[in-house]
């Protein structure tokens, strides 16, 4: 299964800012996806992110607030915009390996103050 | 639209007993059906899936589970539970077919008592 690493592992931030997650994958995959998993929750997809293509997004997520950029096949990036504390979470990325198979990467741990 | 539903928010067992987390799933299709586990400050890590064939699948740490259409059910089991298989479980659905929308369940803790 591919490896994936994302950056950073956790990160404290204050309301307002911005923060970008990356995600980097050790082979080249088509789909990659995008999760949020509030505490105590379960995931929520937030979009799909495939090459050469703007990302498609879920209900109740915009691109304003969660711009997406997937410039290759091994990489994307997440960015939180505007952040409040209700934007605290893990945020995951996936990549599908076949059959809807999904493998996940350690998770991105933010809390916003 | 699918759905799916885990039994059960919080199970404990003590070390050495049975392990049953339920899930039951609902889809208009036959499902891709996938149990992940979630280990403390980490990702999800697929334990097992279902997609065709054997309906008795075997994962990773001698977990299993089987797909029954009848009960609409994909309930994940192990003989012995061990310290180290305290963590989070979620059941997934997909619909197959490169829609690619899996729904995942809310998880159900895993307790391990000595």
């Known amino acids: 299964s591919a490896v994936i690493s994302q950056k950073p592992s956790r990160d404290i931030c204050q309301r307002g800012t911005s923060l970008t997650i990356q995600c980097q994958v050790d082979s080249q995959v088509t789909m990659m996806f995008w999760y949020r998993q509030q505490p105590g929750q379960s995931l929520t997809l937030i979009a799909t992110?495939?090459?050469?293509?703007?990302?498609?997004?879920e209900s109740g997520f915009v691109i304003d607030k969660f711009p997406i950029s997937r410039p290759n096949l091994t990489f994307s990036t997440l960015t939180v915009s505007n952040m409040s504390p209700e934007d605290s979470s893990i945020y995951l990325c996936s990549v599908d390996e076949g059959q809807e198979t999904q493998y996940f990467g350690p998770g991105t741990r933010l809390l916003v103050l | 639209a699918q759905s799916v539903t885990q039994l059960g928010s919080h199970v404990s067992v003590s070390e050495g007993a049975l392990v049953l987390l339920r899930c039951n799933y609902s889809?208009?299709?036959?499902?891709?059906l996938f149990w992940y586990v979630q280990y403390p400050n980490q990702g999800l890590q697929l334990l097992l899936k279902y997609t065709t064939g054997a309906t008795l699948v075997k994962g990773i740490n001698g977990f299993e589970a089987e797909f029954k259409k009848s009960e609409t059910s994909f309930h994940l089991t192990k003989p012995s539970a061990h310290m180290s298989d305290a963590a989070e479980y979620f059941c997934a659905v997909s619909e197959g077919g490169g829609g690619f929308k899996t729904i995942f369940g809310a998880g159900t803790r895993l307790f391990v008592k000595a």
């Open positions: 992110a495939n090459q050469g293509s703007e990302a498609t997004y």
């Open positions: 889809s208009s299709v036959p499902p891709y």
